[in-house]
């Protein structure tokens, strides 16, 4: 899972927690009882929607197997259980056995491109492995390399895409500042982002994924999308699979770079989420930033989220608590205190924000 590990700047942890902080250990202890609740729920879900479905496709392949032993009885039901184990053993490594002669080999250029794709990224579907030993020596190998890599250009890539989305919010804010709140305004600017996202990354290629694979849904199409680029990568469904789609190497070339730009975009989008104090529920099961959450709020509550300055657009950030001081002398042109000004050095100092 790639994004659970994303080293943006959205969140940081500058400080250690309390450990005689029994509230925070008690929220803690909360979130992980919550959480084993979530997973127990989901597993319960899971089994009762899947298992009937699961127990009439097994009722039928048992149908389908008797019939065919009656149909041509001169078969040994034997032999046919050894070749159907073939079947399968050869579509667990990729290897599909109808129509396998027109179809295009698992290690072509475009495949193996989309392979070591999903080996960096963490999708990891799982359809197409290594079957050497030299082969599953190099994909360790290859992704001990490449996936901290991957996380290097995706944060390089998001901290870039950070200025537009940034300059963005400042233009809210010039225009809006004073009709809304800071907290209004940030959540306009996430749901303008997250419409751009859908839009260009799950809108789009929906669109181009139900048009090429004949037996993909719009659902299927969007389901893909988003397991992909979630990293959960489960390989039920795989685009490019089917030997009758043209250009198959180049549309899995298209595919390769979707998947990459798709997952700078939610990179982008988290990072736009969790830079909103008030959505980051991270922070209410941290002790150390629980406790300074209220007061910081107050900070920023009294100034502009987002300026701009002689070195362009600023976003403060959460932990910045430290204003600058500009001395004001009160000759231009002598750097040494006048003896005759009575006025303290201290009452010279002003803070800007």
Not at 61 to 85: R, T, V
Not at 318 to 334: F, G, K, L, S, T
Request: charged fraction near 15%.
């Amino acid at each position: 899972m790639l994004l659970g590990a994303w080293p943006i700047g959205g969140v940081k942890h500058s400080s250690q927690p309390n450990p005689n902080d029994k509230s925070g250990k008690c929220r803690f202890i909360s979130l992980c009882g919550s959480y084993a609740l979530f997973l127990i729920i989901g597993a319960a879900i899971f089994s009762a929607i899947e298992g009937p479905r699961v127990d009439k496709y097994e009722r039928e392949l048992i149908e389908a197997i008797d019939k065919f032993s009656q149909s041509y009885p001169c078969i040994n039901h034997d032999e046919l259980e050894k070749f159907i184990g073939e079947v399968l053993k050869a579509s667990s490594r990729g290897i599909s056995a109808l129509r396998n002669a027109t179809s295009e080999p698992n290690w072509t250029f475009g495949q193996a491109l989309f392979f070591s794709t999903t080996v960096v990224t963490t999708i990891g579907y799982g359809h197409v492995t290594p079957l050497s030993q030299t082969g599953k020596l190099f994909c360790l190998l290859y992704a001990m390399i490449g996936i901290p890599l991957t996380l290097v250009l995706l944060s390089a890539a998001v901290e870039r895409l950070m200025t537009p989305v940034n300059w963005l919010l400042g233009s809210l804010n010039s225009r809006l500042g004073h009709l809304y709140q800071p907290f209004n305004i940030r959540i306009l600017h996430l749901i303008i982002v997250i419409i751009i996202v859908l839009i260009l990354f799950f809108g789009i290629p929906v669109a181009i994924f139900t048009h090429m694979e004949d037996d993909w849904t719009a659902l299927d199409a969007f389901y893909y999308c988003f397991i992909s680029l979630t990293t959960i990568g489960l390989g039920d469904y795989i685009p490019g699979d089917d030997p009758d789609i043209d250009y198959r190497s180049i549309y899995k070339i298209g595919t390769t770079c979707y998947l990459i730009l798709g997952l700078i975009a939610i990179m982008l989008s988290l990072n736009v989420f969790y830079d909103i104090p008030q959505l980051n529920l991270g922070q209410l099961f941290t002790e150390s930033r629980a406790a300074n959450f209220g007061e910081s709020e107050k900070l920023r509550s009294t100034h502009n989220p987002c300026y701009s300055g002689p070195t362009g657009l600023y976003m403060p950030q959460r932990d910045e608590e430290i204003r600058a001081i500009v001395r004001i002398r009160p000759h231009a042109n002598d750097d040494s205190p006048s003896p005759e000004d009575p006025t303290p050095m201290h009452a010279k100092d002003i803070r800007i924000p």
